[in-house]
């Protein structure tokens, strides 16, 4: 790789740094072409990305950006994880760690704040930012259902009703 390559690889990580929502470090020794491909896969169904990437030039992209606190965890074979939703790639990661010993979490970062591979199982566990808007929209949607609901109710009433003298007279 020549200088050049290299520091387009140093300005593609340091937009990724800046941009993400959450950035997850783990240790991926062991693990096999078609477990990180399983892993990537799962990835992108949730709009995040896999990134395996020199630790040194990691690290010299880290410099001056808010989650610089990861770069104690750049050593040995890491792989960084990253979504713009603030939890996806911490859900993809702590689940695929669950189901394969070889992926081990090491922390990430959340914009400016540090996490610890406890801090990363905390962020996995809240819910995502589809999850959120849903149940949002449950609970402005119930309300109207209700209404809904107490204005169709007089009318089958009023109909029930009818129809019971329309037998009786009949």
């Known amino acids: 790789m020549d200088r050049a390559q290299k520091e387009k690889v140093v300005e593609e990580l340091g937009q990724i740094f800046e941009s993400s929502g959450v950035v997850v470090v783990a240790r ?64 993809v990661v702590d689940a695929y760690a669950k189901t394969n010993e070889k992926l081990v979490v090491l922390g990430g970062a959340m914009g400016d704040t540090a996490l610890d591979p406890a801090g990363v199982k905390a962020v996995a566990g809240m819910p995502s930012r589809e999850e959120l808007i849903a149940s949002i929209v449950a609970c402005i949607g119930a309300p109207a259902s209700n209404i809904a609901g107490a204005i169709g109710a007089p009318a089958s009433n009023i109909a029930s009703i009818l129809s019971t003298i329309e037998e009786k007279a009949a």
């Open 28 to 91: 991926y020794e062991g693990m096999t072409v078609a477990q990180m491909q399983d892993l990537r896969a799962k990835m992108r169904e949730v709009g995040g990305s896999v990134r395996v990437a020199k630790n040194k030039l990691a690290k010299i992209a880290l410099e001056g950006k808010p989650c610089a606190s990861i770069a104690e965890f750049l050593t040995g074979m890491t792989v960084i994880s990253y979504s713009e939703d603030p939890v996806a790639a911490a859900k």
